[in-house]
């Protein structure tokens, strides 16, 4: 009950970060453009480490949603004009990763700065910050599932990338970049083998934040890369585990 008491914050918005990013990341995994999510992240964060290196914190939201939203226009122009989209994202991911190397190199404490942006610690969240957090969800949340759908062609699209760079904008600042990747994919990546990929992608994900979360807060480890080896590894294994089955399912028919 202590631990309950103590970390139900965190537990709320775990749950809600599986939730939102399941809605994109079965979209992601559907289009094949696996790592949109990790660039439109990694563009976001050259926004914080500007502001954490250059301005002490000041328009931290606005310059990540800003870079965030710059990614959105770049890829939604590029799925309709440039040839192999995957290449193209994944030069823009290695852009992202080395500007903020570049930025944060004239900072004191660059390789602290960084790995919190790839990974940070959400198990002490506040309320306040649950609060903020479910806001935005819950805004992005009803875009998708009540006006993106009444959308089509290329205003589609970028409604679509729009609400990724708003969802990757809070997700960033508060899980890192590393930690909304996993989300995004594996959790989906269990939903599509499903009837019902929504709900398993969900379900699946919600249960592995919640023991990385316990598994962090009762060894002392790092949570958000507990997160990513959890939910990661989680998926591995039971897509493996699937498959294997399946084929001893298949040559024992025949």
Known sequence: MQII???????????????????????IIRRGVIFTDLAVGQIASIGMALSITFLDGAYQNELTFGFALLAAVIIT????????????????????ISAI??????????????????????LFTSQEELLHSIII??????????????????KKEFLFFAMLALTVTSSVQSAGVLVVFALLIAPSYVGVFSKKPFLSATLFGSIGILVALIASYNFDLPTGYTIIFTTVSSSLLYIVTKEVLMKMSLKSRT
């Not at 008491?5 to 979209?27: D, K, M, Q, R, T």
């Open 5 to 27: 008491e103590l970390l139900w914050p965190a537990f709320v918005l775990a749950i809600v970060l599986v939730f939102i990013h399941s809605i994109f990341g079965l979209e």
């Open 77 to 96: 122009w590029a799925t309709k004009n440039i040839p192999k989209i995957e290449a193209f994202i994944g030069l823009l991911y290695a852009f992202g």
């Open 101 to 122: 190397m570049l930025i944060l190199a004239k900072s004191s404490q660059g390789v602290e700065l960084f790995s919190k942006l790839s990974a940070a610690d959400i």
């Open 137 to 154: 969800y819950g805004f992005v949340a009803f875009v998708m599932f009540v006006i993106y759908p009444k959308f089509k062609g290329i």
